[in-house]
């Protein structure tokens, strides 16, 4: 079974910068996509980052294109999540997944099999 632990969340100014760790145990990252979705209170739980590293490479929500950097490193079965000019609107808890999928990146926590606890991050104004 996969094991997928997030870190790096925290509490930063808006404008400020976070980067955001997947670990994962098992096998290697890259014969699969993963995806980064965040949750904020009472909203539904949205695609932020996905990536894959045999399909489609990266895809971003539009809401953090231009702020939000996807890439993994397959020896270290880690994915990151580096977000900048972060916003009061990123503020949300940030869960990875990973997908048995790796020819291509769902938009869609059903296209998921496997999700970690989440890491809060919260952008103040």
């Known amino acids: 079974q996969v094991q997928l632990v997030e870190s790096g969340g925290g509490l930063v100014q808006a404008g400020g910068s976070l980067r955001l760790s997947c670990v994962g145990s098992g096998r290697t990252f890259s014969r699969y996509s993963l995806g980064w979705f965040r949750q904020a209170p009472g909203k539904a739980r949205d695609f932020v980052a996905g990536i894959s590293w045999s399909g489609l490479g990266t895809d971003y929500a539009d809401s953090v294109k231009g702020r939000f950097a996807i890439s993994g490193d397959d020896a270290k079965n880690t994915v990151y999540l580096q977000m900048n000019s972060l916003k009061p609107e990123d503020t949300a808890v940030y869960y990875c997944?990973?997908?048995?999928?790796?020819?291509?990146?769902?938009?869609?926590?059903?296209?998921?099999?496997?999700w970690g606890q989440g890491t809060q991050v919260t952008v103040s104004s």
């Open positions: 997944a990973l997908s048995k999928i790796r020819a291509r990146i769902s938009t869609s926590a059903f296209g998921y099999d496997y």
